[in-house]
């Protein structure tokens, strides 16, 4: 499903954006707290609100479904806090998963979790031998595959992730810990399959410079010309942490900036806080994972 939608015109012409319908992998955060640090986000010390949590998360579920797109649950696991950050438990193409194998042994039994469910709802999973956190380090821009490594995932998982979906892989380089997962850094704009970088539609990405190093940046700029660059201080609010259908972009509401640069280029941000699971070094993105296809 898909719902052509044109941006309000202004003295120059704004492009037209489409919503497409969009397939999700939400967990609620119920056992959401800060018990031990993995990311510079999180702080034990700092007290958490679970309450306050589930009612953030339970926000941006609902805006899911208003918008017309399709979520499902996996059940919370006791003991994983992190769980909420379905993000980080798998990348999804065409009917297979690829299911994750997390650095940190705080989150290592959520992986058999992720792959149960995968396997239950009939995708092709596939189990990895390297380390990688899903898509927090991989995303889908039209049919190539932008991979993270730095702090997470390993450069091998970049190989792997090519040889089990067929696809051209580009490796990008963090370097500011606060950008730990390469969903913390860019924003896939525009996420439908086989819209080229380049050709007639162009699939496009907002990012933040200055989380990348510089071959990494070259790269950015050579393949994205018309990318949104976005501010430090958005940045560091998450503001690049979102999920979009193509025209409605969901954005933390302190990213003003980034909001301004949305409407300009006539996306419709919508504004959700999730400033208590930001305390866990996680937002909007990192709690959604992408289902494409299935078998």
């Not at 889908?140 to 040889?163: K, M, N, P, Q």
């Not at 200055?210 to 958005?234: N, T």
Request: charged fraction near 25%; proline fraction near 6%; glycine fraction near 10%.
């Amino acid at each position: 499903m898909s719902v052509e939608t044109t941006a309000s015109t202004s003295e120059t012409a704004t492009p037209v954006r489409t919503a497409h319908h969009r397939h999700y992998l939400m967990c609620a955060p119920s056992h959401f707290t800060v018990n031990y640090s993995i990311n510079p986000w999180m702080e034990p010390s700092k007290p958490t609100d679970t309450a306050r949590a589930v009612e953030q998360w339970q926000k941006l579920h609902d805006l899911y479904v208003e918008l017309g797109h399709e979520v499902e649950l996996i059940e919370p696991l006791a003991g994983f806090p992190d769980m909420v950050y379905t993000a980080n438990g798998g990348f999804l193409i065409d009917g297979r998963a690829y299911a994750p194998k997390f650095r940190f042994v705080e989150r290592q039994g959520e992986a058999p979790a992720f792959a149960d469910w995968f396997r239950a709802a009939g995708y092709d999973t596939v189990i990895p031998e390297e380390v990688n956190e899903g898509e927090g380090d991989f995303l889908l821009v039209g049919d190539v595959i932008l991979a993270g490594t730095g702090f997470r995932s390993t450069g091998d998982s970049h190989r792997e992730v090519g040889e089990v979906f067929g696809r051209e892989v580009v490796s990008l380089t963090l370097v500011d810990p606060r950008f730990y997962h390469l969903d913390t850094a860019i924003a896939v704009l525009d996420p439908v399959q086989g819209i080229e970088n380049g050709g007639p539609e162009r699939a496009n990405i907002a990012y933040l410079p200055g989380a990348f190093d510089d071959a990494s940046r070259a790269i950015l700029e050579e393949r994205f010309p018309e990318a949104i660059l976005v501010s430090d201080e958005d940045g560091s609010v998450f503001g690049l942490n979102s999920a979009s259908d193509g025209y409605n972009v969901i954005i933390s509401p302190r990213a003003t900036g980034f909001e301004k640069q949305l409407r300009e280029r006539g996306y419709n941000p919508i504004m959700i806080d999730l400033s208590e699971l930001l305390l866990g070094g996680g937002g909007i993105k990192c709690c959604t994972l992408e289902l494409r296809g299935r078998s």
